[in-house]
């Protein structure tokens, strides 16, 4: 539903039984009964208005994953939805003791202005505690923005500009999701070894299917790759690599478009992480079988997905084109950052925690002042990508020197290796409240390793 502002859309959150494995149903839990969700799109600067109606079994929060979102709407992990029929009275209504949670019974509803640059957002389950095991039943889907500066480059689209949504699952014999026991009261079962690395599958899923194959003509195909595993980091690489190298041509980033393409053979992801590639599949002879590989995974974690090339021997005219300029990407200065902040990622005997502290709702680890930025310095005891709500940030340094070459461009997700550190630039900007960070290992977030912000 569309009128002269705004763009409705209603979601129904639901079991569903779909068909992943050949013979086999998978119960999952979705937005409208599929996995990923719909997706969805939007205008940049036209207000997007969404109503999730609850009907799991469990409390849920959705969160716009890249939104520059009013606090209200963001989808904090204590702002649930209690499904439809429970009563306000129940416990987990009550399972926020700071007192600022706002818990809706049956349905919310989501605003969100979108007033920022074309990029690929997603949004995906928040609930506290439970986020790991509710995105990994299936609560996670593409919502992507468009604008003018976008539109106005010869960039491939229409069913050419493809959403990849990359997880991994196992799965029990009869085809259920297998997600390590959670107590459904109390989720995560706090610090034990197991969790270490969080939850790794062993079938790697592309838009909830495993290694799907796709047929592809010989012309460039934007692919917007997202990792939405819980926990597995990928390296992604075309193999073969076409003549020369440089498969992929990488156009933007979690925030949008880069400034200019930026040439890789191979993309490191870790979760939450958006790569917006162009590939030109003209560089391979008709016929070619191109497989999209994990070099960090072994057997069937290593399979991601296959292209299948055509055949004809006259590649079809393309009009498309990555031109050298893409957008223009303001460089915040971190030397005028208003407040310098570090914040170690690590796990103590507290349990998972930002500064020795795990998450406590209501209790702020930072104040920033609405139209300032600042300069988080992010270090790292395992590999933890930090994830910053409300505002995209810039990789400004790593370990005190140059950023890496998967840092170009606008980020809200940065992977910080074990022992290493990152100093990312954020400003700020338009709405004052409480908003999130945290590890976007989402067993590690569930184990608390989150903490709030106020904006002011
Ligand atoms: Cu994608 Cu706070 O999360
Ligand atoms: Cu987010
Ligand atoms: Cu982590």
Known sequence: RSDATTDHYEITQQVAHLRILPGLETEAWTYDGSYPGPTLVSRSGRRTVVTHRNELPQPVAVHLHG???????DGHPTDLILPVGWSRRHRYAMADTSGLARTALGERTYTYPLDQRAATLWYHDHRMGFTGPSAYRGLAGFHLVHDDEEERLPLPRGERDIPLMITDRSFTADGSFHYPAV???????????????????????????PWPVLDVRRQRYRLRLLNAANSRILRLELDPQPPGGDALVQIGADGGLLERPVRHDALAMAPAERFDVVVDFARYRPGTRVRLVNRLGSGTTAEVMRFDVSGAARAPVDDTAVPDRLSTVERLDPRRAMAVRTFYFRRTAAGWTINGMPYRPGRALAAPKLGTTELWRIVSDFHHPIHVHLNPFQVVARDGGAPGRYDAGWKDTVDVLPGKSAEIAVRFTDYSGRFLFHCHNLEHEDMAMMADFVTR
């Open 183 to 209: 107590d459904p009261e109390w989720g995560m079962p706090g610090v034990t070894h197991h969790w270490m690395e969080g939850v790794l599958g062993d079938t790697i899923l592309v838009n909830g299917a």
């Open 67 to 73: 939104g520059h979102t009013p606090h209200d709407s």
